[in-house]
C-alpha cells in the first residue's frame, strides 16, 4: 500500500511540475499576433530609417542623478527576472533610450514587456513573435534588414518600440487601441488592461 501512495505522489508532483512549466512557457511568450498589413512607401520609409539609425544606448534624463536613481529604482524591481546585474542594468538603459528615442514613456514599455515576454529576451511565441517586445518577423521584411536580429537586445527594443510609436500615432494617441494593435487583439480589453497595470504598479515613477 505504502508503494502505490509513494507512486501516485510522484505520478501528481510531475503533473504539478508539467502544468508549471506549460504555465510558465505561456507567460514567456504571451502574445505576438501583430496582423502584417501593407505600409505606404512614406511610412515604411519612415519606420526604416528609425530602425536604421543605431547609436550607443545611453539614459536620457535632465541630470545624471535623475538616472541613477532611476536605473537603482528600476534594478531593485527588475531583479527577480533578470539576477545577472549587468544584463540588468544593460537592459534598463536600453529601453529607456529606446522609449525615450520613439517619444514613449518608459515605464510603459516595461509593462508591455513584463505582459508580452516576462522579460525573456529568447521568448518566442506560438504565432512566432520574438524577443522582449514580442516582434513579428514580417517587420524584418517590411522595415528592415535581412540582417537583423530580433533576438538582438537593441534590435528588439527598437524595433518594438517603433512599432507601438506607429500604432499610436495610427490611433491618434489613443493608446488603448495603440496596444490592441500590437497585440494583435484590437477591441478586446483583457491585454491593454494588463499593460497599464503593470505599467502603473510594478513600474510606476516617480
Same mark, same amino acid.
Given at each position: 500500500?505504502?508503494?502505490?501512495?509513494?507512486?501516485?505522489?510522484? +505520478?501528481?508532483?510531475?503533473?504539478?511540475? #508539467?502544468?508549471? $512549466?506549460?504555465?510558465?512557457?505561456? &507567460? *514567456?511568450?504571451? @502574445? !505576438?499576433?501583430?496582423?502584417?498589413?501593407?505600409?505606404?512607401?512614406?511610412?515604411?520609409?519612415?519606420?526604416?530609417?528609425?530602425?536604421?539609425?543605431?547609436?550607443?544606448?545611453?539614459?536620457?534624463?535632465?541630470?545624471?542623478?535623475?538616472?541613477?536613481?532611476?536605473?537603482?529604482?528600476?534594478?531593485?524591481?527588475?531583479?527577480?527576472? +533578470?539576477?545577472?546585474?549587468?544584463?540588468? #542594468?544593460?537592459? $534598463?538603459?536600453?529601453?529607456?533610450? &529606446? *522609449?525615450?528615442? @520613439? !517619444?514613449?514613456?518608459?515605464?510603459?514599455?516595461?509593462?508591455?514587456?513584463?505582459?508580452?515576454?516576462?522579460?525573456?529576451?529568447?521568448?518566442?511565441?506560438?504565432?512566432?513573435?520574438?524577443?522582449?517586445?514580442?516582434?513579428?518577423?514580417?517587420?524584418?521584411?517590411?522595415?528592415?534588414?535581412?540582417?537583423?536580429?530580433?533576438?538582438?537586445?537593441?534590435?528588439?527594443?527598437?524595433?518594438?518600440?517603433?512599432?507601438?510609436?506607429?500604432?499610436?500615432?495610427?490611433?491618434?494617441?489613443?493608446?488603448?487601441?495603440?496596444?490592441?494593435?500590437?497585440?494583435?487583439?484590437?477591441?478586446?480589453?483583457?491585454?491593454?488592461?494588463?499593460?497599464?497595470?503593470?505599467?502603473?504598479?510594478?513600474?510606476?515613477?516617480?
Amino acid at each position: 500500500m505504502m508503494r502505490c501512495v509513494r507512486i501516485s505522489w510522484t +505520478v501528481s508532483v510531475a503533473k504539478a511540475a #508539467l502544468c508549471g $512549466l506549460l504555465l510558465l512557457a505561456a &507567460e *514567456a511568450a504571451l @502574445a !505576438g499576433a501583430q496582423r502584417e498589413e501593407a505600409l505606404s512607401f512614406s511610412v515604411a520609409s519612415g519606420l526604416h530609417r528609425s530602425i536604421d539609425a543605431v547609436n550607443a544606448p545611453r539614459l536620457v534624463f535632465d541630470d545624471a542623478a535623475s538616472g541613477q536613481a532611476w536605473l537603482g529604482a528600476m534594478s531593485r524591481r527588475l531583479a527577480t527576472r +533578470v539576477p545577472d546585474e549587468w544584463m540588468r #542594468l544593460r537592459v $534598463l538603459t536600453t529601453i529607456q533610450y &529606446e *522609449a525615450k528615442r @520613439a !517619444g514613449l514613456d518608459p515605464q510603459l514599455v516595461l509593462g508591455l514587456i513584463e505582459v508580452e515576454s516576462g522579460f525573456h529576451k529568447y521568448a518566442v511565441s506560438t504565432a512566432g513573435a520574438r524577443g522582449l517586445m514580442q516582434v513579428m518577423p514580417f517587420w524584418v521584411r517590411s522595415i528592415g534588414d535581412a540582417s537583423h536580429n530580433l533576438f538582438d537586445l537593441t534590435t528588439n527594443l527598437r524595433y518594438g518600440c517603433t512599432i507601438l510609436r506607429y500604432y499610436l500615432d495610427r490611433e491618434n494617441g489613443d493608446l488603448y487601441r495603440a496596444l490592441g494593435r500590437y497585440n494583435g487583439s484590437l477591441g478586446e480589453r483583457d491585454y491593454p488592461e494588463r499593460v497599464f497595470a503593470a505599467w502603473h504598479g510594478r513600474w510606476k515613477w516617480p
